[in-house]
């Protein structure tokens, strides 16, 4: 048996935005959703064991993170249950003769996006629109295997995206695969599922790739792609949906990093953000990492659009643009590091 670990993660910030939004809301975020006064983000506890060959991971966890993670469920999840505390909570078979093969059963982040749940695994504080606008977790059943020196291969049976219950008949189907060398990886995650509520009519396509470059320790980059369509279910056609996402991240101290990030997001059909839009997003975040286990995020973020989706000050969709000046305390302690 594998040796259990425990960790904790505190993720708390201040942000401001200087539309002076009259809902005290930033427009277009998932976690940081919180303007002109502290919020918390993220208190995490985990215990976790390998499976060697049988092992678990269990994540629990409070603040907007669990808000946003629900933010399409039925409003019983978005006001907590207990489950909803519950972000990950799954069990691992690695049989030791099978050469990696993997099975994990139960509730786990997806595979798709380059940037995940935990803040400090992130080059930015702020997530990116490709990552607020795609799958936060699935339940259901995933495995991974090897194949040779490079390449990883995944395959997943699921309830769909961000439900722990179905809202239909129907499963969605993940295939994942990365290519891995020592300066590049690349990522790939496909679903596709019926995730209309209480239909299984329109299926949801989704194809989500990430190219990570490492060059040198100093100097990192990825590029990453969203491709989406939702199909109606009247089947009169679907809606449309993805972008692109370019993000650097730069050592200029041994403790501090400066990682900046664009971003375009389309979404002709108003599906996912509920307006018709072309946005797009320029980030500034630096990383200084006091002592270990602690990190102070400064950023500054700027958002426009093409139509009217901010808060200008005087509600909803009363502003094209939007600028916030953010500042994130981090501790992480027993828990994945980041690179």
């Known amino acids: 048996m594998g040796k259990v670990k425990f960790g904790f993660v505190f993720d708390g910030y201040l942000s401001g935005n200087t539309n002076r939004p009259l809902y005290k809301?930033?427009?277009?975020?998932?976690?940081?959703?919180?303007?002109?006064?502290?919020?918390?983000?993220?208190?995490?506890?985990?215990?976790?064991?390998?499976?060697?060959?049988?092992g678990f991971r269990v994540d629990l966890g409070v603040g907007t993170t669990i808000k946003s993670?629900?933010?399409s469920s039925p409003i019983e999840k978005r006001t907590g249950d207990g489950l909803a505390n519950l972000l990950q909570a799954y069990a691992s078979i690695k049989?030791?003769?099978?050469?990696?093969?993997?099975?994990?059963?139960?509730?786990?982040?997806?595979?798709?996006g380059a940037e995940v749940?935990?803040?400090?695994?992130?080059?930015?504080?702020?997530?990116?629109?490709?990552?607020?606008?795609?799958?936060?977790?699935?339940?259901?059943?995933?495995?991974?295997?090897?194949?040779?020196?490079?390449?990883?291969?995944?395959?997943?049976?699921?309830?769909?995206?961000?439900?722990?219950?179905?809202?239909?008949?129907a499963k969605?189907?993940?295939l994942t695969g990365a290519l891995t060398f020592d300066k590049i990886t690349w990522a790939n995650a496909y679903y596709t599922g019926a995730e209309n509520f209480d239909t299984s009519r329109g299926k949801r396509n989704f194809w989500d790739t990430?190219?990570?470059?490492?060059?040198?320790?100093?100097?990192?980059?990825?590029?990453?792609?969203?491709?989406?369509?939702?199909?109606?279910?009247t089947g009169q056609g679907s809606d449309k949906f993805g972008g692109v996402g370019i993000a650097g991240r730069f050592m200029l101290h041994e403790k501090f990093y400066l990682s900046p990030r664009w971003e375009y997001y389309?979404?002709?059909?108003?599906?996912?953000?509920?307006?018709?839009?072309?946005?797009?997003?320029?980030?500034?975040?630096?990383d200084y990492r006091v002592a270990p286990g602690w990190y102070i995020r400064p950023e500054f973020?700027?958002?426009?659009s093409n139509k009217g989706f901010f808060d200008g000050g005087q509600g909803f969709g009363t502003a094209r643009a939007q600028n916030t000046f953010s500042i994130g305390v981090i501790a992480a302690f027993g828990a994945r590091r980041p690179i």
Do not use: C
Not at 217 to 229: L, R, T
């Open 69 to 71: 993670f629900y933010v």
């Open 95 to 112: 049989p030791k003769k099978d050469h990696g093969f993997q099975i994990d059963v139960g509730k786990f982040y997806t595979a798709a």
């Open 210 to 233: 990430v190219l990570l470059i490492n060059p040198n320790p100093k100097a990192n980059f990825y590029i990453n792609v969203d491709i989406g369509a939702n199909g109606r279910p």
């Open 172 to 174: 969605t189907v993940g």
């Open 25 to 54: 809301r930033n427009f277009g975020r998932a976690f940081d959703v919180r303007s002109g006064r502290p919020d918390l983000n993220l208190a995490l506890f985990s215990v976790e064991m390998a499976p060697e060959p049988i």
């Open 117 to 169: 749940t935990e803040t400090h695994l992130n080059w930015n504080y702020s997530r990116a629109y490709l990552y607020n606008n795609g799958p936060f977790y699935h339940v259901g059943v995933r495995a991974t295997t090897p194949i040779g020196k490079h390449f990883t291969a995944g395959a997943q049976l699921v309830n769909g995206w961000n439900n722990e219950k179905d809202n239909n008949s």
């Open 266 to 286: 389309k979404d002709g059909d108003g599906f996912i953000t509920g307006t018709a839009q072309n946005l797009q997003e320029f980030t500034l975040t630096g």
């Open 301 to 304: 973020r700027r958002d426009w």
